[in-house]
């Protein structure tokens, strides 16, 4: 435990003092005094000071030493190692020595362990015993026991060091899992100090623990908190943490987390608030139904740096209960908090991590460049880097992205590879070859593994696919010959199958062949995602069976139901349910699709063909459900609003609720609707006012009717409808004349649309024109309109011919 560590530490610096060359100089003396009293602070002001005058070469080095010690019991290290990276001490062993405690202090395990091993390397140095105790604590920190332990044992016969060793050696033998060299080591040692002792109670509960003897080891670890202000802090926490575990291994994380959670109420500003916080949050997930009462209360408490703690884990807590925004207020109450701790920038971090996975890059970076201006240590500014390298990626900046992993590659960083070869992605999608090629050389080069390498040439491969090169298809190939065992080849053939299958025209049998070889080739997830996709589309290219496309769709739904092409086939699904009138199935999937993806494209489409579902099935209330789907389309502000409107008053027509109706086509004429809509709106009006009846109504809907025929701009079959109603409406209004005039306007249009004429109400129009005179017993010229009629040669030209032959023999209208 790094707790434990910190104990070695501290011992450590108590033996400084009497290792340093002694001074007589009483100005030194004077200055350095503080240290000897505990508090370093002053001490580094005043050696400072006099460091700083214009003094001997001895004296300067004199005064350099005690600087050195203050500063790194002032926890300075960084002034540290400024202080003797000077020439004139650099190389004397008390320098080398406090370089080595500054290092360690800042975490640089691996710089300090060869500064100590120098120093313990030289039997004569004073330095010896505290140099190789040092080397040791060094090599645990780069999880080097085994040679932590041999190091230790030099020191088992070292008089001064021997109880110390003893202490750090059983600790390492827990760490181990060697319970047996624990437990001789504790029996034997015979600590002379009570904070030895106490150090051994420690190492006996831990060595409990170890046993699997949860309640002895809470027992040793309450005996050491029964009287605190006698244990040092480390102790003092070490306990706490043990009192945790040893509750974890009972399975009653409750009663752990009260332990911590009573500390931490009672110590609000405890330096190591960052180490208990975080166990809490390990007892919290073992928890069922973790308790938020005392983190609730803390982030309403002023007391700091424990509100913003609170504030971090709180959110941590909502996270896992997927209450989202709840932690994203929370960070952002973090975010703008003043309290400076070196724990902070890792909050930010998480917070960053929290709006990546939302999908709020620009958020995310904002939030990271904050945690710059807090200057977190080097290691966990890199990465901050890569997190916001990553953002831009992800939120296609591949410019700025790529610019950055670039950055990142070439320098120290831990991500240095990873960097690499995502800006080698980064620049396939800047369509930039020849840097991607020199990152691919250089991954190479890094002995990069062949698995990355195939990675990045069927990034290169798919992403030629996703813009249409031409040079696509060869590179697939290409990949799956380099790299026939690569475990993404299925990939590699299931793209080849879908450049067959939307080719021009689609090479529909390749398409299948090459989904085979996927299937055949021990498929990635991906790689089933996809042939599953595609195979829907080629089935229904291929064979046009409905049942079977059918079938795939539902299957795809059921195994990849998250797939981001769920909602596209679903949407398939229920196109083919609604073009069967299998409406209620229809209407279903249609729902679906806008109850699990509201803000996708598909969703104001989807919701509006369930209510045409709805409107369409015989269900008691499918109506009503019909007119809240098409209210919810309105709220979506989109393309269809005003389609879904019209539909609305259509449902109110048929429900009887003319003045809804009319209020409803009202709203559609004075908005912003596109023209189609408008002439919808207006042609049921005159509809409205037509089916109503009575000679008012009638003469309201030939005005309507009239303004949507004297359009010229108006398509044809809207001006021939409107023509058409007018002339019923006249034929009701015992206009007869007036009506055959009217019909017969649109038998006299010669308008053509895409070279064809309207015949839809061209056909009705004739045919009623022809009833008129029939009615009238004007047998020649309803004959005459019959042969025009058949003369078209539409739909209908059948019936107008064997209505015309009828006509002529009824009548002997026979042409001589």
Same mark, same amino acid.
């Given at each position: 435990?790094?707790?434990?560590?910190?104990?070695?530490?501290?011992?450590?610096?108590? +033996?400084?003092?009497?290792?340093?060359?002694?001074?007589?100089?009483?100005?030194?003396?004077?200055?350095?005094?503080?240290?000897?009293?505990?508090?370093?602070?002053?001490?580094?002001?005043?050696?400072?000071?006099?460091?700083?005058?214009?003094? *001997?070469?001895?004296?300067?080095?004199?005064?350099?030493?005690?600087?050195?010690?203050?500063?790194?019991?002032?926890?300075?290290?960084?002034?540290?190692?400024?202080?003797?990276?000077?020439?004139?001490?650099?190389?004397?062993?008390?320098?080398?020595?406090?370089?080595?405690?500054?290092?360690?202090?800042?975490?640089?395990?691996?710089?300090?362990?060869?500064?100590?091993?120098?120093?313990?390397?030289?039997?004569?140095?004073?330095? !010896?015993?505290?140099?190789?105790?040092?080397?040791?604590?060094?090599?645990?920190?780069?999880?080097?026991?085994?040679?932590?332990?041999?190091?230790?044992?030099?020191?088992?016969?070292?008089?001064?060091?021997?109880?110390?060793?003893? !202490?750090?050696?059983?600790?390492?033998?827990?760490?181990?899992?060697?319970?047996?060299?624990?437990?001789?080591?504790?029996?034997?040692?015979?600590?002379?100090?009570?904070?030895?002792?106490?150090?051994?109670?420690?190492?006996?509960?831990?060595?409990?623990?170890?046993?699997?003897?949860?309640?002895?080891?809470?027992?040793?670890?309450?005996?050491?908190?029964?009287?605190?202000?006698?244990?040092?802090?480390?102790?003092?926490?070490?306990?706490?943490?043990?009192?945790?575990?040893?509750?974890?291994?009972?399975?009653?994380?409750?009663?752990?987390?009260?332990?911590i959670e009573q500390f931490i109420d009672l110590h609000?500003?405890? *330096? %190591?608030?960052?180490? +208990?916080?975080?166990?809490?949050?390990?007892?919290?997930?073992?928890?069922?139904?973790?308790?938020?009462?005392?983190?609730?209360?803390?982030?309403?408490? *002023?007391?700091?740096?424990?509100?913003?703690?609170?504030?971090?884990?709180?959110?941590?807590?909502?996270?896992?209960?997927?209450?989202?925004?709840?932690?994203?207020?929370?960070?952002?109450?973090?975010?703008?908090?003043?309290?400076?701790?070196?724990?902070?920038?890792?909050?930010?971090?998480?917070?960053?991590?929290?709006?990546?996975?939302?999908?709020?890059? %620009?958020?995310?970076?904002?939030?990271?460049?904050?945690?710059?201006?807090?200057? *977190?240590?080097?290691?966990?500014?890199?990465?901050?880097?890569?997190?916001?390298?990553?953002?831009?990626?992800l939120a296609k900046r591949f410019d700025t992205a790529?610019?950055?992993?670039?950055?990142?590659?070439?320098?120290?960083?831990?991500?240095?590879?990873?960097? +690499?070869?995502?800006?080698?992605?980064?620049?396939?999608?800047?369509?930039?070859?020849?840097?991607?090629?020199?990152?691919?050389?250089?991954?190479?080069?890094?002995?990069?593994?062949?698995?990355?390498?195939?990675? !990045?040439?069927?990034?290169?491969?798919?992403?030629?696919?996703?813009?249409?090169?031409?040079?696509?298809?060869?590179?697939?190939?290409?990949?799956?010959?380099?790299?026939?065992?690569?475990?993404?080849?299925?990939?590699?053939?299931?793209?080849?199958?879908?450049?067959?299958?939307?080719?021009?025209?689609?090479?529909?049998?390749?398409?299948?062949?090459?989904?085979?070889?996927?299937?055949?080739?021990?498929?990635?997830?991906?790689?089933?995602?996809?042939?599953?996709?595609?195979?829907?589309?080629?089935?229904?290219?291929?064979?046009?069976?409905?049942?079977?496309?059918?079938?795939?769709?539902?299957?795809?739904?059921?195994?990849?139901?998250?797939?981001?092409?769920?909602?596209?086939?679903?949407?398939?699904?229920?196109?083919?349910?609604?073009?069967?009138?299998?409406?209620?199935?229809?209407?279903?999937?249609?729902?679906?699709?806008?109850?699990?993806?509201?803000?996708?494209?598909?969703?104001?489409?989807?919701?509006?063909?369930?209510?045409?579902?709805?409107?369409?099935?015989?269900?008691?209330?499918?109506?009503?459900?019909?007119?809240?789907?098409?209210?919810?389309?309105?709220?979506?502000?989109?393309?269809?609003?005003?389609?879904?409107?019209?539909?609305?008053?259509?449902?109110?027509?048929?429900?009887?609720?003319?003045?809804?109706?009319?209020?409803?086509? %009202?709203?559609?004429?004075k908005s912003d609707a596109p023209q189609s809509e408008?002439?919808?709106?207006?042609?049921?009006?005159?509809?409205?006012?037509?089916?109503?009846?009575?000679?008012?109504?009638?003469?309201?809907?030939?005005?309507?009717?009239?303004? +949507?025929?004297?359009?010229?701009?108006?398509?044809?079959?809207?001006?021939?409808?409107?023509?058409?109603?007018?002339?019923?409406?006249?034929?009701?209004?015992?206009?007869?004349?007036?009506?055959?005039?009217?019909?017969?306007?649109?038998?006299?249009?010669?308008?053509?649309?895409?070279?064809?004429?309207?015949?839809?109400?061209?056909?009705?129009?004739?045919?009623?024109?022809?009833?008129?005179?029939?009615?009238?017993?004007?047998?020649?010229?309803?004959?005459?309109?019959?042969?025009?009629?058949?003369?078209?040669?539409?739909?209908?030209?059948?019936?107008?011919?064997?209505?015309?032959?009828?006509?002529?023999?009824?009548?002997?209208?026979?042409?001589?």
């Amino acid at each position: 435990m790094t707790l434990i560590r910190h104990i070695g530490l501290i011992g450590l610096m108590s +033996l400084l003092a009497p290792l340093a060359r002694a001074d007589t100089s009483a100005e030194i003396a004077q200055a350095s005094a503080p240290l000897s009293e505990g508090v370093p602070e002053v001490a580094v002001v005043r050696l400072q000071a006099l460091l700083n005058r214009n003094l *001997p070469n001895a004296e300067w080095c004199a005064v350099a030493e005690k600087l050195a010690e203050a500063q790194v019991a002032a926890k300075e290290p960084e002034d540290t190692l400024v202080l003797l990276a000077d020439a004139r001490v650099r190389e004397l062993p008390w320098a080398k020595f406090f370089r080595a405690q500054a290092f360690a202090a800042l975490n640089r395990w691996a710089d300090a362990l060869p500064l100590y091993e120098k120093l313990a390397n030289d039997e004569a140095s004073p330095f !010896l015993g505290a140099a190789t105790f040092g080397a040791a604590e060094m090599l645990r920190a780069l999880g080097k026991r085994e040679e932590a332990s041999r190091k230790l044992g030099v020191l088992l016969h070292n008089k001064e060091w021997a109880i110390r060793a003893q !202490l750090r050696a059983a600790e390492l033998y827990i760490e181990m899992g060697n319970a047996p060299d624990a437990q001789r080591l504790l029996e034997e040692m015979k600590p002379r100090s009570i904070a030895e002792r106490r150090e051994r109670r420690l190492l006996r509960g831990r060595l409990e623990l170890l046993l699997q003897r949860p309640e002895r080891a809470i027992s040793m670890f309450q005996a050491l908190l029964k009287r605190p202000e006698r244990a040092g802090h480390a102790t003092l926490i070490a306990a706490l943490f043990g009192i945790a575990e040893a509750h974890l291994q009972l399975k009653t994380p409750e009663a752990g987390d009260n332990v911590i959670e009573q500390f931490i109420d009672l110590h609000p500003a405890d *330096p %190591d608030l960052t180490l +208990l916080f975080s166990k809490l949050d390990d007892l919290y997930r073992a928890e069922h139904k973790p308790s938020r009462h005392e983190l609730e209360k803390w982030v309403r408490r *002023p007391e700091e740096p424990r509100r913003t703690f609170a504030r971090w884990y709180l959110a941590r807590l909502e996270i896992r209960a997927g209450r989202r925004e709840r932690a994203r207020q929370l960070f952002s109450d973090l975010r703008h908090t003043s309290t400076k701790s070196p724990a902070i920038p890792a909050a930010f971090l998480e917070f960053a991590q929290f709006e990546v996975a939302d999908r709020h890059f %620009d958020e995310a970076i904002a939030i990271l460049d904050d945690a710059r201006l807090l200057h *977190p240590e080097p290691a966990f500014l890199a990465r901050i880097d890569f997190l916001s390298a990553q953002a831009h990626y992800l939120a296609k900046r591949f410019d700025t992205a790529t610019a950055a992993f670039e950055q990142i590659a070439h320098s120290n960083s831990p991500w240095a590879r990873v960097a +690499l070869f995502n800006a080698s992605s980064g620049w396939l999608h800047l369509g930039n070859q020849a840097r991607f090629l020199v990152d691919y050389s250089e991954l190479e080069q890094q002995g990069s593994d062949k698995e990355a390498r195939a990675t !990045l040439r069927l990034e290169e491969a798919l992403m030629q696919a996703a813009k249409g090169d031409k040079k696509a298809e060869a590179s697939l190939q290409q990949f799956i010959r380099d790299f026939p065992k690569n475990p993404r080849v299925s990939e590699g053939w299931v793209a080849l199958a879908e450049l067959a299958f939307h080719s021009s025209p689609p090479r529909v049998d390749e398409a299948r062949k090459t989904l085979a070889h996927a299937t055949e080739s021990a498929p990635t997830a991906a790689a089933v995602e996809r042939a599953d996709y595609l195979s829907i589309w080629v089935e229904e290219a291929a064979s046009g069976n409905e049942t079977k496309v059918i079938e795939l769709a539902k299957r795809f739904l059921e195994q990849h139901g998250l797939s981001p092409f769920a909602p596209e086939v679903r949407m398939k699904l229920a196109e083919l349910y609604y073009r069967r009138q299998d409406f209620a199935n229809a209407q279903t999937h249609f729902e679906i699709i806008a109850q699990q993806h509201p803000d996708d494209s598909l969703a104001e489409k989807a919701l509006f063909f369930a209510a045409e579902s709805a409107m369409s099935s015989m269900g008691e209330h499918s109506l009503d459900r019909a007119i809240v789907l098409f209210d919810q389309v309105v709220q979506k502000n989109g393309a269809l609003r005003w389609s879904a409107r019209n539909e609305e008053a259509l449902i109110e027509r048929k429900l009887g609720k003319t003045k809804d109706a009319l209020a409803l086509y %009202d709203e559609v004429l004075k908005s912003d609707a596109p023209q189609s809509e408008k002439r919808e709106a207006l042609c049921a009006k005159g509809d409205i006012s037509f089916e109503t009846g009575g000679s008012e109504n009638f003469q309201r809907a030939i005005e309507i009717y009239d303004q +949507l025929a004297s359009d010229k701009n108006e398509p044809s079959h809207w001006r021939n409808q409107a023509l058409f109603k007018k002339a019923l409406c006249l034929e009701k209004k015992d206009d007869r004349a007036g009506a055959l005039e009217t019909f017969y306007k649109i038998l006299d249009d010669e308008t053509r649309e895409y070279g064809q004429r309207e015949l839809f109400w061209y056909y009705k129009a004739g045919f009623n024109a022809a009833r008129l005179l029939e009615e009238d017993s004007k047998w020649e010229s309803a004959a005459a309109i019959y042969e025009r009629l058949a003369a078209v040669g539409g739909n209908r030209s059948d019936e107008a011919k064997a209505r015309l032959n009828h006509l002529r023999l009824e009548h002997f209208l026979w042409a001589d």
